[in-house]
């Protein structure tokens, strides 16, 4: 039987289906690039009339008198680009890359014949430095992709120059905005990603890296946005099943080993081809994953049950062995597309994820059952109208529903008889029926009584028209209107007693408010100019963003909740509309043919998570506020705080060290205001409470060096250096808060931020035969990140400005394909993660020593620390499988 939320679930996600099938609206920026060359003879000289096509896209440009062609809106993919000419040998270029929001570049020289000669086919490589380029942009093909030792979008992105763990050139990671073709999938909750894409379903990804342009919007560190593959003209078969486990070194972590090669699963399948409907194809994609953690435990080693709220009975039973992480996730894609109608192409697109997980917790090694289950939905789909109105004029328009669905709990029903039988989780100590200290306090039974919701409803409107004034000069502008419903908290308190639970459900005077729902409105419009003159380009563009939270604020935060005697009663107000404009500026000018410098600049706008704002924002439990009370009501939030700011700088240099050598050199710098912090806030009774404020900086600075070798023979390899110093008064919103319970020196001031890693190293290495093999290795070497030290005289030292080690990580992924035959072909891989079974990787460490392996005095409290294992970067991973291919080409 379907449960009500799931119906309510589901039911939203198709009404706006019905919507989008009534109303005709598509897309956004980020799908398409634009492709142009010269066609000459052999003699070097400009042929007019030559015939440019790419048969796949159904696009192509005739040359002018000076052998230039230009073909405006290609969808981003590899193409297959065909020449012709009469009195020329038709010539066919394969393997042409053009990345979405991009100039590619293709000159062709055709050879002359007086009879017919066979057709010439020669293989197509992107330049190895693209000079054009104003900001850095790298590209990531699915070719690419499929050669490197990744699965996830995340793995990817973290592979590029400049980033740390997500966080992009110093900034935090919620300032990221993440794109499925163009147009956001963020959770405003809390500016993440709503879906998790397999490489499976990827075209190309392009990661945005400091400046861009001002149709990116919504992001103050970088964009990641990712082109999903599409439907084909022929029917077109794909899919891929692995399954893995950890492999450990010998006596190296503090977990036992228990072979399991069902431990990481995943199965994929893809089609593509015609629908058998007039000029229409699709494209259908599953997948199917299972990874356990590595800690291994038990559902139960006691069966603990009550009676009577006084009884207790432990009953030790025959433990099942568990690991006590894992998850499990499945992702669907559907996409069809249509262009029956002349210079039109409409599209629908759907992406279905859900996953179901448990948290690798040590402590409750012993009684896995009593963890939290964590199930989340999401759902991101709309329909794409393009209207090519003449070869220098389109537009797109996009309707889509982000829909994402969060709930954590042990049992979905809050009044489960089971959370009355069981109790809260105890430890051997607190049963009695095991030795004190008994497995380091493990819990042993009972459940937990974290319960969570999360729901977030967005409707995407989206607009842009592009227009090409000339040959060299395009201009383009957008728009974007995003209402979003907001519902999340706690559904119904458990509160232990000593021997019950005691439920609470929506008494916010308590302390415990039921959970809010909010509908705030962010709007945004831009306008973008990009100009070719002479090889020089210039590219600068005006966004325009609002934000409108839609709820009430205290009329006085000395008065909050209008009930201090004697003080002026001033109502609640609306929050303020929040207006930014962001220019954004870029240059790249050409030093040679093979070597240029580029500049940008630009003001970047986001406003901060819609789950901080809001959370705890309900200002009437401050009505028993005192100055002598002790009783903590947390950081409250602040709907009505400004957008965060960020000011760039970069500037760099570009040069084709040889045709199949590139280096690209990048300074950068960041001016970081009005990030969220805490602030203390005093009354008219002389009181004080924590709320939330703009009030946090930062800075950064740094630079980027790029090699990149395209493939000599076999092998090709990319390295990239960055050197980067990012700090701030504050890693995170609440640590204000956390200093000031410490009792620690709240004076702002600045200091390395959490992920300020000084030293990066990327070097991937790739050796391949097409169709026949390929050998990829990913190595990254880092500086270690700050902690703040302790010495034992004297207690905390200066905030982060102790350094942890320094760290290295190699994966390997190597593919061979025995048969191939009539578009068909069977491979076998193998993908090894953490080669070297490396312990550290900018984890925890000991304050006193600033080492992860030991503490200068060993209590208790470090003993039970250097027995978890999860402490320590996962182990060794070891992935074996087969992946398939076939159909027409």
Known sequence: ??????????????????LALCVALAAHAGTTGKLSGTVRDAKKQPLAGANVAIPDARLGAITDSSGRYVIYNVPAATYTLRIGLIGYTTTTLTDVAIPADRTTTQDVTLQETAVQLQEVVVKGQRPVVELGLTSNVSTVTRKEIAQLPVQQLEDIVNLQAGVVDGHIRGGRKDEVQYQVDGLTVNNPYDNTSSIRLDRSVLEEVQVISGTFDAEYGQAMSGVVNSVLRRGTQQFQWSGEVYGGDYV????????????????????QLTFSGPTGLPKTVFLASARYGVTDGYVQGFDRVADLQRPAPDSVIVNPITPVATPVGYSHEWLGLAKLSNRSISGVELSYQAILNGIESRDENWDWRYNAFGLPIRRTFSAVHGFEWTHTLSPTTFYRLNLRQNYFDYKAWVYDDFYDPRYDLYGAGLSGNQLGAFPPGYEYDAILAGVSNERFIQNTNSVVMAGSI??????????KAGFEWTPTKLKFGTPGYLVWSGNSWIRHVNEPENGFPAPQTYDPRMGSAYAQD???????????????????????VPG?????????AGAPYVPPHATSRKISLAPRIGVSYPITTKSSLFFAFGHFYQMPQLGQMFSNADYSVLSTLQASSNKDYGVLGN??????????????YKQQLRDWLGLDLTMFYKDIHDLLGTEIQTTYNNADYERLANLDFGTVIGVTLALDQRPVGPVSTSLDYTWAVAQGNSSDPYEAAARRDAKEDLRPHQVPLNWDQRHTLNLTVTAADPGTYAVSGVFRAVSGQPYSPTATDFGTLERNSGRKPASFLMDLRAEWTPLRASGAALSLFGVVYNLFDQRFWNGTVFADTGSPYYPRVLTYTEEKELATPTRYYGPRRIQLGLRWEGGGR
């Not at 039987?1 to 019905?18: F, N």
Request: glycine share 6%; net charge neutral.
């Open 530 to 552: 990009d100009i070719e003159w002479n090889d020089l380009r210039f590219r600068g563009g005006l966004r325009f963003e609002f934000f409108d939270a839609r709820t009430l």
């Open 466 to 475: 592009s227009k090409v004034l000339s040959r060299d000069h395009q201009v």
């Open 556 to 564: 006085d935060p000395a008065n909050p909740a209008n009930a201090i």
């Open 248 to 267: 450990f070194s010998s006596a190296t972590r503090p977990t036992e080993d228990l072979a399991n090669a069902a431990a990481m699963q995943n199965y």
């Open 1 to 18: 039987m379907t449960s009500r939320g799931t119906r309510e679930k589901w039911s939203s996600v198709a009404g706006l289906a019905a």
């Open 639 to 652: 709907p009505d705080v400004k957008p965060e700011k960020t000011v760039q700088y970069q500037f760099g």
